[in-house]
Every structure is written in C-alpha cells, then in structure tokens.
C-alpha cells in the first residue's frame, strides 16, 4: 500500500467525534495519524493501518 506523509486517509472505524479522516503525519514502521475533526493525533502500527483503510486521497 502506497501512503506517503500529508495523506488523507479514510477508516472504516469513525474516531469518537465523528470524523473518519486522519491525516498521515509519519510513515514507518508505525505512523502518525492526526483525527481531521479534532486535531487528536495517534501512533498506531502499520498493520493496523492498512486493515483498517478504507480510501486514501491524496492531499
């Protein structure tokens, strides 16, 4: 899965406020999401990440 650093990435699972968009921050091994509706930011492994995508468009 190709995700680069600005991303917008769409999860199937909405953030508590409601949002489903998070911006990608960090690429790694883990990365660094931050929620588009709050501001909240997460660190949170790669696997989990490209399970639970839905859509990436590019910023």
Not at 18 to 43: P, T, Y
Not at 47 to 57: A, C, F, I, L, P
């Amino acid at each position: 899965m190709d995700i680069q650093v600005g991303d917008i990435l769409k999860l199937k699972k909405q953030h508590p406020c409601g949002s489903k968009d998070w911006e990608v921050l960090r690429v790694g091994a883990d990365f660094r999401l931050k929620c588009m509706g709050c501001g909240h930011q997460i660190m949170i492994a790669r696997r989990q990440v490209e399970k639970n995508v839905k859509s990436v468009s590019k910023k």
